[in-house]
């Protein structure tokens, strides 16, 4: 009896180990269980090296895309449901209704009333500036604006062409080019022309928004590239932009190019990516 008790023990144990290691043998710990060391892993589409859902990598090494319900700060202007805390008065208006496109980008079709800018006073000689509706007069008043003189003012149909490089490799690259009054750019937030950016990187996901970074008026054209292989640093993006008539052409110093957010094909962040312009 003592045998057959020892016999069946020995059974009972070799089963459960069994068991064991077959629960083992499935359990993979996820599809993506390396997601947020740093290193792009069989599988995964991107890994910053963090779990966050609010950047260009989700928390899934999945690249955060347009209408994936996450918002990709600094990125995207908006998501779907998600309007960043942002309202038509927060952008400008009066009021109404502010929407999000299918862009990412807000929808100002709702929003209504405008705010004009409030001109500044232009001060006169002797330090002091004139009460608001006076016009200056007088040996110290501020002289009339002069036009531009023949052959300095752009004409209909004159273009400034900006060339954008960055001085290090990258695989994701977001870019926000401040341009003066002296120039436009089609269309505005989710109309924004991309056509007239040109040059940027293949192989990844290309946003290009132009809005304002205050107020109502665009001034400032964001290129965003998400991408899971290294670039070279060099020439990221060339924008072709609409001289306004009668306006004096710009200088490069007129421009303001900022690297707003930058990492590298596996996903790791760059903190010191920098950002020049030329003209043509």
Not at 14 to 35: E, N, P, R, T, Y
Not at 119 to 130: A, F, K, L, N, R
Not at 131 to 142: F, M
Request: aromatic letters at 4%; a negative charge; proline letters at 6%.
């Amino acid at each position: 009896m003592g045998h057959r008790s020892r016999a069946v023990t020995g059974v009972l144990m070799l089963v459960v180990a069994m068991l064991i290691v077959g629960c083992g043998s499935s359990d993979d710990g996820g599809a993506f269980k390396d997601c947020g060391n740093g290193v792009l892993d069989a599988g995964e589409e991107c890994d910053d090296g963090n779990l966050s859902d609010n950047d260009a990598c989700l928390g899934t090494c999945k690249l955060n895309v347009c209408g994936d319900f996450f918002l990709n700060v600094g990125v995207e202007q908006c998501e779907q449901g998600i309007l960043n805390d942002q309202t038509c008065t927060s952008l400008g208006f009066a009021s109404g209704t502010l929407a999000c496109s299918s862009h990412c980008t807000f929808d100002t079709s709702g929003c209504t009333g405008a705010i004009a800018p409030t001109p500044t006073p232009t001060p006169v000689e002797g330090g002091e500036t004139p009460s608001a509706g006076a016009t200056p007069s007088g040996p110290g008043a501020s002289p009339t604006a002069a036009a531009t003189p023949s052959g300095a003012a752009c004409k209909a149909g004159d273009q400034i062409v900006v060339t954008e490089s960055v001085d290090k490799s990258y695989g994701g690259l977001r870019v926000e080019l401040k341009y003066p009054a002296s120039v436009t750019f089609p269309g505005s937030g989710a109309s924004t022309d991309a056509t007239r950016v040109t040059g940027t990187p293949s192989g990844g996901f290309v946003q290009v928004v132009d809005a304002p970074t205050s107020g109502s008026f665009d001034d400032t054209l964001t290129i965003a590239f998400a991408g899971t292989t290294e670039h070279p640093a060099g020439t990221f993006a060339v924008v072709t932009f609409d001289c306004v008539e009668g306006a004096a052409p710009p200088a490069a110093g007129d421009f303001i190019c900022t690297v707003a957010s930058a990492s590298t094909g596996g996903g790791v962040p760059i903190t010191d990516e920098g950002c020049a312009i030329t003209l043509q």
